[in-house]
């Protein structure tokens, strides 16, 4: 990743905060400005720190396909807390995950619980790092049992969520809602600096002229263009989701 000291720096402050959550991260921004590479980042040195991480990042294409984006959270977890859950929860999450058919319809809140006692039942060996990229195109069922979940949290608890957003809605997953307003943190990610362009242009091989990179600059809505409130920027919110 390059440039971007300011989201790094705000990441490994959430990180370190993991081990005495809950906390929650969301990544905000526009299509394309590096949600991506800043969640990536984030999963990256979660893993590093020998946090447990689970991740999902829908497409598109998902968003009706029921319990997708769970499926992907829980699937490898699943085989390790398994044997721990009661039995009602067990099989509730297994038909989510389509490893048995289910013979009726399963009550939502019994899933909801189940999701709840795998990120406790992991949460006790080591921290737990939750990462859902793309939260806009989550399917409606696991966005259901995670909004449940989320009010439902462990200690030794983070989770980040990146999403297309202008930066003004409610958090997702109802997180402005479910945690206190100083353990959710919002990332608003703004176009990259003209230095990290540039270097970003380097790496890329090319060599541009100044008005070329200028131009460059311009047509990515980079640093040139930007009046200081736009820069990339992070605050907190208060638990009805204004800025604090
Ligand atoms: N800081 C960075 N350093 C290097 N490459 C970057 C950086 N930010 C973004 N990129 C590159 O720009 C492209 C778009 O970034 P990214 O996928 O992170 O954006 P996004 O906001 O997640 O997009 P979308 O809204 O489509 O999900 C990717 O190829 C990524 O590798
Ligand atoms: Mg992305």
Redesign the pocket.
């Known amino acids: 990743?390059?440039?971007?000291d300011h989201e790094r720096d705000a990441a490994a402050r959430f990180l370190d905060r993991v081990p005495d959550g809950p906390v929650g991260l969301v990544i905000e921004?526009?299509?394309?400005?590096?949600?991506?590479?800043?969640?990536?980042e984030a999963l990256r040195e979660a893993r590093a720190r020998g946090y447990r991480a689970l991740k999902a990042g829908p497409a598109e294409g998902e968003r009706d396909l029921s319990f997708a984006a769970l499926a992907d959270l829980l699937g490898d977890a699943m085989a390790d807390v398994a044997d721990a859950l009661p039995q009602p929860q067990r099989d509730a999450l297994d038909a989510a995950l389509l490893r048995r058919s289910a013979d009726e319809s399963v009550d939502p809140r019994t899933t909801g619980t189940g999701v709840v006692s795998v990120l406790t039942t992991l949460a006790v060996e080591r921290p737990v790092f939750v990462a859902i990229?793309?939260a806009q195109w989550l399917d409606r069922a696991s966005e259901r049992a995670l909004e449940f979940a989320a009010r439902r949290l462990p200690n030794r608890f983070g989770i980040v969520v990146?999403r297309?957003s202008d930066g003004d809605s409610p958090a997702p997953l109802g997180l402005d809602r479910a945690l206190p307003a100083d353990a959710i943190e919002h990332l608003v990610?703004g176009p990259?600096s003209l230095a990290?362009l540039h270097h970003?242009v380097e790496?890329a091989g090319l060599r541009l002229s100044r008005p070329m990179l200028a131009r460059v600059t311009e047509v990515s809505g980079g640093e040139r263009l930007l009046r200081p409130r736009d820069r990339s920027r992070c605050r907190r919110r208060d638990n009805r989701g204004w800025p604090g």
């Open positions: 990743m390059i440039g971007r921004g526009e299509a394309g400005i590096g949600k991506t590479t800043v969640w990536l990229d793309d990146a297309r990610l990259l990290a970003l790496r």
